[in-house]
């Protein structure tokens, strides 16, 4: 077995045994099951559109985004936690290499985003199946398969993200209090409101692209490669403050 | 074999680590001494790569920690006794440490043997008391079977009981051929524990070598007598200093009372009370660490 592999069964084996990691998951999936249901009971009412169409099958589906907050707690809670328990200092008298130690953690974080994301699309869509079929109907639009696609990358890109944010703050705290505050106030509050054309690109905008429904103007390669490089561009500044920080 | 060679380190505008030179052998424990401050801490990281040095190198087996092929079968290092996620069990977090050092399964319930913890692997650690946080540090040390042990303060948290285990642990550790250093601020604990001292002070080496012999270097000679001041001339002209300390009584740091006693005879000085005053670790230290100890490093060769 080579070194990132072992690594990373390691890894894996850490967010198996931490019950943060556990809960985030089960809250996720939970989330995605109740929001369904509550679309399904609420669709044709209010305007909202009728159940068994399009639309109202994609609004059901939208759990993409609850998929990618929980995967950035994910992430901020596999890197900075070992600097709020101290555990990065056994990690790294195991591992001095600390560019293996890192790989190692973006690798398993990016796993866990493709198992919690199809453990949410996966009740997701069979509780939008047995909804459809209780109500007569049985086909899922063809969008559906994209939306799943994407979420699984702006997942697995939003963990990533996470892992960057907990080594550069080593605060679980400050990372999720940075993130929050950037889409809230940065993106959503000033951006949104100076230069809402920016909006789609800066990096709740590619998320949504990725996640949500198929729609006009939509580009999700694009948006992919954007969020992409956001993401490369925070791993490699985690990266270079691992390598370069004394562990104390 | 533990090296360190001009090892130096600062913070902004203090320096931890001063030019830092020494050395630990194999089949000794040796304590690593200073007060608060001293750079103790500070130096073990930077042998363990932990953190990066401004000057000087430090190597285990002739080689820098960050270069060890298989660093954590070569060295088993304790550091904090709080390095555990609390939620995960004893017995997982070492699993956790043996995956990603490719160690064998069945290694983790062995070294949870060896620390007497087999009752608790089940517990989450962040119901330990010190003493089994301490005994699970070790156990993490002790994973990958290595020649190495570097130790942060080994004996703290632990009850006499335990004390005196972990002081029967290192004993049979060191016995068994393996290179053990602890840092220690116990000193009547770490006087009864270590063959060998290296003691720092203000980031530099203030004595090195075995207690015993330290001990020895730094004894001190009273003499009793109605002669002082012929018996201070008699000794300096052999190239001993000594000093009268009361009436009657001369002083004489470090040297053989035998030398000064034949010194005192041949200047046909009468000697009315010669004693021998030998410092224990806990005196030496002070002796060493104070604000009055010369600059210049004590050092006593291995016997």
């Not at chain 2, 040796?30 to 000087?56: E, I, Q, S, V």
Request: glycine content about 10%; proline content about 4%; overall charge neutral.
């Amino acid at each position: 077995m080579t070194a990132i592999a072992r690594l990373t069964r390691a890894e894996v084996r850490k967010l198996a045994t931490t019950r943060a990691f556990l809960i985030t998951v089960a809250v996720a999936v939970g989330l995605a099951v109740i929001a369904v249901v509550v679309d399904a009971a609420e669709a044709g009412k209010n305007h909202t559109p009728a159940l068994g169409t399009a639309a109202s099958t994609y609004q059901m589906l939208k759990v993409g985004g609850v998929c990618c907050v929980a995967m950035l707690i994910v992430g901020i809670i596999a890197s900075g936690g070992e600097y709020r328990h101290k555990t990065i200092i056994p990690a790294m008298l195991i591992t001095p290499r600390r560019s293996a130690m890192v790989a190692a953690k973006t690798i398993a974080v990016a796993m866990a985003a493709v198992v919690l994301t199809g453990l949410t699309f996966g009740l997701g869509l069979a509780t939008i199946v047995a909804e459809l079929h209780a109500h007569g109907f049985s086909q899922l639009p063809p969008g559906t398969t994209r939306m799943v696609a994407g979420s699984v990358i702006a997942a697995i890109l939003f963990g990533v993200i996470g892992v960057a944010l907990g080594y550069i703050t080593r605060s679980t705290t400050a990372a999720v209090v940075g993130a929050v505050g950037w889409v809230l106030f940065a993106e959503l509050a000033i951006l949104n409101t100076l230069a809402p054309q920016l909006a789609k690109w800066v990096i709740s905008g590619t998320a949504e692209t990725l996640t949500d429904p198929p729609a006009p103007g939509h580009t999700p390669a694009t948006a992919a490669a954007v969020l992409a490089a956001y993401t490369a561009a925070l791993l490699i500044a985690g990266w270079q403050v691992v390598l370069r920080r004394d562990v104390t | 074999m533990i090296t360190i060679d001009h090892l130096t380190k600062r913070y902004r505008n203090i320096t931890a680590v001063d030019g830092l030179s020494f050395e630990v052998g194999p089949g000794r424990v040796t304590g690593f001494l200073g007060p608060n401050g001293a750079g103790k801490t500070t130096t073990l990281r930077l042998l363990l790569g932990l953190a990066r040095p401004d000057g000087g190198t430090a190597a285990i087996d002739g080689a820098r920690y960050r270069d060890l092929p298989h660093p954590a079968q070569t060295v088993g290092a304790a550091l904090d006794n709080d390095t555990f996620h609390p939620g995960r069990s004893a017995v997982e977090h070492l699993r956790v440490a043996a995956t990603a050092a490719g160690i064998s399964r069945r290694r983790p319930e062995q070294v949870l043997g060896v620390v007497g913890l087999c009752q608790d692997r089940h517990r989450r650690v962040g119901t330990f008391s010190l003493g089994m946080r301490q005994r699970l540090t070790l156990a993490t040390a002790l994973l990958g079977d290595p020649g190495v042990l570097i130790m942060d303060e080994p004996l703290n948290g632990l009850d006499p009981d335990g004390i005196r285990w972990m002081r029967d642990l290192l004993r049979q550790l060191a016995d068994e051929g393996r290179t053990v250093l602890i840092s220690s601020h116990l000193l009547a604990e770490a006087a009864q524990t270590v063959d060998d001292v290296v003691v720092i002070t203000r980031g530099r080496l203030a004595a090195q070598g075995p207690v015993a012999e330290l001990a020895a270097a730094t004894s001190t000679t009273r003499i009793r007598t109605p002669h002082t001041g012929q018996l201070i001339s008699a000794l300096a002209r052999d190239g001993i200093t000594a000093q009268q300390v009361e009436a009657g009584t001369v002083e004489v740091r470090g040297a053989d009372p035998d030398t000064v006693a034949r010194t005192a005879a041949a200047a046909g000085v009468i000697v009315l009370e010669l004693t021998r005053h030998t410092d224990n670790l806990e005196e030496l230290f002070f002796d060493l660490t104070s604000d009055r100890a010369d600059d210049r490093a004590l050092e006593v060769s291995p016997s």
